[in-house]
């Protein structure tokens, strides 16, 4: 039997940069169109089951043609792929975990207070993945996000992050923490959704692909596609 295949997809959030929707939509047709190669069986995205059912009635309003989609790559890219696709919805597979206690600003704030070496490697490590970026068009930001080298230096920022705080106060660990059980929860939503056969395409933030396809790895029950596969 075929194991299900699963194409990770990280992409930013374009609430954070509407110009992107606003300046660069034949851009996110290309994308959606290269995208359709794949033939995905079901579409996951970042959204939590809380609101499955607002996510239920936007995607009919689109298929409806009653919605103009937001500035959201969710409803920018899998709601016109699913729609091609005549999927009957596309499914949330987000986790809702408390993620101040601490929260990543208190973290950052220990290191430079308390330990400053360690605050400027992970600055050095920052500015490297500024540099690493290539922001000059929307298929640029998703080759750069998606790129093996820049996951593998963003998870330096992340482990770097466990030696902030000390033997008394882990705050560091206490973060990740709470990272890995957001990332872990995700990657059980995902494989919980598989059934055989299943070509399952997950559109995810890019600080999630490092751990969701360790996980999903090491579980050996699926094939892994890289979004750079279909759009280089």
């Not at 500035?71 to 005549?86: G, K, N, V």
């Not at 949330?92 to 490697?121: C, G, R, S, Y």
């Amino acid at each position: 039997m075929m194991k299900p295949e699963i194409l990770l997809m990280g992409t930013l959030h374009f609430s954070m940069d509407p110009d992107i929707v606003n300046q660069q939509k034949h851009q996110i047709h290309q994308i959606v169109d290269k995208l359709k190669e794949f033939n995905p069986t079901k579409i996951a995205v970042e959204k939590p089951f809380l609101i499955e059912e607002e996510l239920d009635r936007k995607y009919n309003q689109y298929l409806n043609e009653d919605l103009i989609p937001s500035y959201d790559e969710i409803e920018q890219f899998a709601f016109p792929l699913a729609a091609y696709l005549e999927h009957p919805r596309v499914y949330p597979v987000d986790e809702i975990v408390d993620m101040t206690t601490p929260a990543l600003d208190q973290v950052f704030k220990w290191a430079k207070e308390h330990q400053p070496d360690l605050f400027n490697e992970i600055l050095e490590v920052q500015q490297r993945l500024k540099e690493m970026e290539d922001n000059s068009s929307l298929r640029t930001t998703l080759c750069s996000i998606n790129d093996p080298d820049y996951i593998s230096q963003l998870q330096r920022v992340y482990m770097k992050l466990t030696r902030v705080g000390d033997r008394q106060h882990q705050i560091g660990v206490k973060w990740l923490k709470q990272w890995h059980e957001r990332d872990l929860a995700i990657t059980a939503n995902i494989s919980r959704l598989a059934e055989p056969d299943d070509r399952i395409l997950v559109i995810i933030g890019g600080d999630h692909l490092h751990l969701i396809r360790q996980f999903l790895m090491d579980s050996d029950d699926f094939t892994l596609h890289s979004y750079l596969d279909y759009i280089p």
